[in-house]
């Protein structure tokens, strides 16, 4: 091959997932770290794939969003903690909500590339035990101390110190360059494309139900492992119905006329993990394991949700997607219509709802809503940010190989920060 000739790609093929039941913050998992339910996740997906010998994985993706100074290298320490082969080299990423979908694409691409014949993929983050922060003025005295260059001044630095220097900072659901909570925000963005609260309530209830009928059915016997006693997400509610939600009052955009945004149709704090193995068809072929699916294409955006159309609706904090999945679908020539399943990630019922009409005004087809999160999505699983996109690529994979024949799917996830995450799914 010449310098100038780019690298042949090879099909990257999704074996499978594994993840704990998702918690909500402060119940069963509020003592469990990000590594911990990682590991958790990681020694399933081992045990369900015969992952245990030598050299058998090339490396470790994860991340997670909110994270203690001791999850500075959280893969590889997951990986040393965990039944993999620990010589198995592993890295962070992080991208907000779509740490989980940027880490199967990073472990993708090396795939595609040749570099590698196997990698896990994933994300864990835990909202009940969020890291807490020294105060800043604190810490600076701290710092200031440790500079000293003898007792005395030491002791002259600490004896500034004051009873509000006690107050630890705690970790904000807030934009820093807004200081508006991602909720806030969806509601701008709700008012501005319309979105009903009775519109919002259906999607929430139906994701509930979704979910729920997939368990009853078994379909999350291979993507789920029971961890501290769950065995089932904990913020499923079987029973949701758009007339209990419609009982619930708004707790988002109450600044603003007839406020739509609920406890019910919006996710919940939530503690969790996923993982996703993914590898060369050679790889998988020679250990007589069948691809679910094959990771085709995947296109990253942001918007400027600061300065840009804000109160319009098109540069909404959580609209990104609303652009890559358009830029995603001319580049493949695909458009809406050619996708048998559609999986939105939930932040907010206000975001799925918005984000469809989006890609209507940019053109593409009316998601049939048939097909859309058909065994149920964050309103229903909960979210813990940086496992999400992994959840969802390993249910999409499984959802392909369970309809015995070609199929396509299509994946969109939204990020804090203005960002989003998209990918392609495809079956043959």
């Not at 040393?80 to 909500?97: E, I, K, N």
């Not at 996830?413 to 203005?418: E, F, K, T, Y």
């Amino acid at each position: 091959m010449s310098p100038l000739e780019p690298p042949r790609t090879r099909r990257v093929a999704i074996i499978g997932g594994t993840r704990v039941p998702f918690a909500r913050s402060d119940g069963p998992y509020a003592t469990a770290s990000n590594q911990e339910m990682l590991t958790a996740a990681l020694d399933g997906l081992v045990e369900r794939y015969g992952l245990q010998d030598p050299g058998a994985v090339g490396e470790f993706v994860a991340g997670a969003v909110l994270k203690h100074s001791r999850d500075f290298n959280l893969a590889r320490e997951t990986v040393l903690g965990s039944a993999l082969d620990p010589r198995t080299p592993a890295y962070d990423v992080q991208q907000a909500c779509g740490t989980g979908l940027q880490a199967v694409i990073a472990a993708a691409n090396k795939i595609a590339l040749g570099q590698t014949e196997s990698a896990v993929a994933g994300g864990a983050d835990t909202a009940s035990d969020a890291p807490l922060g020294v105060n800043d003025r604190l810490r600076r005295i701290l710092l200031e101390a440790r500079r000293a260059k003898s007792l005395g001044g030491r002791a002259k630095a600490l004896a500034r110190i004051r009873p509000g220097h006690l107050v630890p900072d705690i970790p904000r659901n807030a934009e820093p360059r807004t200081g508006l909570s991602m909720g806030e925000h969806a509601a701008v963005t709700a008012r501005a494309w319309g979105v009903t609260r009775e519109a919002q309530d259906e999607l929430a209830a139906t994701s509930h139900q979704r979910l729920a009928a997939a368990y009853e059915r078994g379909f999350f016997q291979d993507l789920v492992v029971p961890f501290r006693g769950l065995a089932r997400d904990q913020n499923l509610r079987p029973g949701s119905t758009v007339e209990k939600l419609a009982a619930l009052k708004p707790v988002f955009g109450l600044s603003g006329a007839r406020p739509t945004m609920t406890a019910g149709n919006s996710t919940p704090l939530t503690d969790g993990a996923a993982t996703v193995l993914l590898a060369s068809e050679e790889w998988a072929r020679a250990r007589g394991l069948e691809p679910l699916a094959y990771l085709t294409a995947y296109e990253t955006a942001a918007v400027d949700f600061v300065g840009g159309d804000v109160a319009g609706g098109e540069d909404g904090l959580l609209m990104a997607p609303a652009y890559a999945v358009p830029r995603m679908l001319e580049r493949a020539g695909l458009g809406i219509e050619d996708f048998d399943l559609v999986e939105i990630h939930e932040a907010f019922a206000s975001q799925v709802l918005a984000t469809l009409a989006a890609w209507e005004k940019r053109g593409l087809a009316p998601v049939d809503r048939a097909r859309l999160n058909v065994a149920g999505s964050s309103l229903a699983t909960g979210h813990p940010f940086a496992a999400t996109g992994a959840r969802v690529v390993a249910t999409l994979a499984a959802l392909l190989a369970e309809r015995e024949g070609p199929g396509r799917g299509l994946i969109s996830v939204c990020a804090a920060g203005g960002q989003g995450v998209t990918a392609i799914l495809e079956r043959t």
